[in-house]
């Protein structure tokens, strides 16, 4: 009899039956873990959602186009989030959100937006127009220093007559200026207002404005010439910034230094002593909980973490739905070698396809499809994928990952997919070596990393890899299976210890020992084992369905 979990078939059914309908309920009403969250000033978004705070007049937003999988992207998101803490200050004209362009929920805004590499930071100004979408401003760099920088630059520049609270003024204040009407300006009931002279080639002002949004009770008016504290009945030769009443008196401040955190200072000591506090900042002392697997998935991985390494039906079909619904459908015009990588590609899922009899289908129609046209986009490809899944029925029905399980959120999962796809594509195209000359496979892995793979650290790696490793150069089906092996055993050393690592699946050099003492010689790896290993592992008569609600591919 079929067994799994070590029950027998019947009864391992109800058992996941069970899981899946009591404990995974209270699951799916969850929030979903996401990398970024409110706790980080970072609000995380959907591609319609993101369409309509684009336009909102009131604020300046940055948006970073991310994708999970992206490990420049992961590495990134500590550096990201400290930043965005920080800008907390700049909360009243200033808003911060992350797009994941791994959900297939926001494939078509990402392509629209033609994001080409992740993580990639826009700035989009207050007065933004639905037609101008994808023409925000790119930031073009991931020091958080630069990119403060690079705000505090945009948002002087920004238009705030669409906001309800206090605007802020960045025009210097001009000659026919003085209390009566820089107060009306604010068109407020404004207590103070800071005056800052700001010299040539200096921020400082610009950056108080920014500093003291926390404190609508201050408005701040910049100077670029010190004739002008004349105004205000004030002597310029000793000024530099002054805090003025409603009346024009001014109130006592004693900065520690010519500096806008000087001046932020000495005002916020100031409100203090009239009991004036900031406004309330989010909290971001309590972290999210990290949701680690539960229900089925925690028995998935339990079952994982103990077992020798197989190959799961669930991570073969995750790999392909995600290819065909998300990565290729992402890239805006398909077209020479990127079609001729994408004919290639869907030819080999044809060949060696390991999806059901609906999903044969599927991709047979693909593969008729994309040798009647000579240019398509991926909202064309999409389209075709869409409407060819109306009729088989149900496809891709596990939607979770098996032997590529993360211990944590964002570990393995989609990459780890892609490698198994590949290693199993070698292997079946090894066993039937009239099918495809050798070295098909992974120039097929190559094409996909180039024109497709949705994570651009990772994309250029293997390209600079595949280079020096000549691809090109490999003439034997078994030399391609250990190619690739190869080239996966370098990755996982280069990865090794790296932030985005899985606790308890570590990047080690595979097969290990206890799973092919054969395959060691010595210190050196026994080519012929490891061959041997590869073709068994990856071979499709051995893929197992586990955690599957099906048990076979019909």
């Known amino acids: 009899m079929l067994r799994l979990l070590g029950l027998s078939f019947g009864k391992s059914l109800l058992f996941t039956l069970i899981i899946q309908g009591t404990l995974l309920i209270g699951i799916q009403g969850a929030e979903k873990e996401t990398l970024y969250s409110k706790y980080d000033n970072v609000h995380m978004v959907t591609g319609t959602t993101l369409q309509g705070t684009l336009t909102d007049p009131a604020l300046g937003k940055l948006v970073q186009f991310m994708n999970i999988f992206c490990g420049h992207c992961r590495r990134f998101a500590p550096t990201f989030k400290k930043m965005a803490v920080g800008l907390q200050k700049w909360n009243r004209i200033l808003r911060i959100y992350a797009v994941d362009c791994a959900e297939e929920v926001n494939v078509r805004l990402c392509r629209d937006f033609a994001i080409k590499s992740t993580p990639t930071l826009r700035y989009y100004p207050s007065k933004f127009l639905k037609s101008q979408m994808g023409l925000g401003t790119n930031i073009g760099t991931t020091d958080p220093e630069k990119i403060v920088k690079l705000l505090t630059g945009y948002l002087a520049k920004n238009d705030y007559s669409g906001t309800k609270e206090l605007k802020p003024i ?19 009931n404004l207590p103070y207002i800071l005056l800052v002279l700001q010299p040539q080639n200096s921020w400082i002002g610009i950056q108080t404005i920014l500093d003291l949004l926390p404190y609508p009770h201050v408005g701040v008016r910049i100077l670029n010439d010190a004739q002008l504290f004349t105004n205000f009945g004030l002597q310029p030769s000793d000024q530099k910034v002054a805090l003025l009443d409603g009346t024009g008196k001014v109130e006592p401040l004693t900065p520690d230094n010519e500096s806008s955190s000087a001046y932020v200072a000495s ?11 900031s406004i309330p900042r989010l909290a971001t002392t309590t972290s999210p909980k990290e949701v680690l697997p539960m229900g089925l998935d925690a028995v998935i991985l339990k079952k994982m973490l103990v077992s020798p390494p197989t190959v799961y039906q669930a991570d073969l079909e995750q790999a392909i739905d995600q290819l065909i619904h998300i990565e290729i459908p992402k890239t805006p015009l398909i077209k020479g070698d990127s079609l001729m990588a994408l004919r290639l590609l869907i030819k080999l899922f044809q060949r060696f396809n390991p999806l059901n009899k609906d999903g044969r289908k599927l991709i047979d129609r693909l593969v008729n499809h994309l040798f009647l046209v000579n240019e398509i986009t991926g909202e064309e490809f999409l389209t075709a994928v869409n409407k060819i899944e109306k009729s088989p029925g149900r496809i891709f029905k596990g939607k979770r990952y098996v032997g590529c399980i993360g211990s944590k959120p964002f570990t393995r999962g989609i990459t780890c997919s892609f490698w198994t796809l590949f290693h199993y594509l070698t ?20 094409g996909f990393a180039k024109f497709f793979f949705g994570c651009t650290d990772c994309s250029q790696h293997f390209q600079k890899m595949a280079k020096r490793r000549k691809i090109g150069s490999v003439k034997r089906h078994d030399k391609e299976v250990l190619w690739l092996w190869e080239a996966h055993n370098e990755v996982n050393k280069r990865l090794s210890g790296d932030p985005t690592e899985d606790p308890k699946f570590l990047k080690v050099q595979f097969p290990l020992k206890k799973h092919c003492s054969a395959c060691y010689k010595s210190k050196r790896w026994n080519s012929a084992q490891v061959l041997k290993y590869l073709k068994r592992i990856y071979n499709l008569k051995r893929v197992s369905f586990y955690g599957l609600p099906t048990f076979n591919r019909s």
Request: glycine share 10%.
């Open 267 to 277: 005002v916020v000591e100031f409100l203090g002593q009239k009991g004036i506090t």
């Open 170 to 188: 960045f025009e210097p204040i001009q000659s026919t200026e003085n209390v009566s009407t820089i107060f009306d300006r604010f068109g407020h």
């Open 427 to 446: 292997v079946m195209s090894a066993n039937s070596p009239g099918a495809f000359p050798p070295g098909t496979v992974i120039k097929s892995l190559y």
